[in-house]
């Protein structure tokens, strides 16, 4: 039993290395996604016909009830770097990535559009 706790003490050392670059690096990309995406994977919920926020008014129909039109911005973002670091390692445990390469995919140029 000792030999087994004197390892786990030795493997958190380690783990604690691995755990302190990965951090770093998650951080630098988090800057770098907020540098380019920052309010821009805001969106309508009626995407037809609407360009940009200042398009998204009115009502529009689902599933045969009104609903009015709204600008929401998803889970997974750039806005600050907490969401960012959020978005990264949502993405890097392979789950929902592909909403988040096609949210990235189809951001606007500037923030709003």
């Given at each position: ?32 996604g ?42 997974n ?21 592909i ?15």
């Amino acid at each position: 039993m000792r030999v087994l706790i004197d390892s786990l003490l030795e493997s958190v050392k380690a783990l604690s290395a691995t755990f302190t670059v990965t951090v770093i690096i998650f951080v630098a990309y988090a800057i770098l996604g907020v540098t380019a995406f920052k309010g821009r994977f805001h969106r309508c919920t009626d995407a037809v016909g609407v360009s940009g926020i200042d398009t998204c008014v009115g009502t529009y129909v689902q599933g045969g009830a009104l609903q009015n039109n709204l600008w929401l911005r998803p889970h997974n973002n750039f806005d600050n770097v907490a969401n960012g670091m959020f978005t990264l390692f949502t993405v890097s445990t392979s789950n929902d990535w592909i909403v988040t390469a096609h949210l990235a995919v189809d951001a606007p140029r500037f923030p709003g559009q």
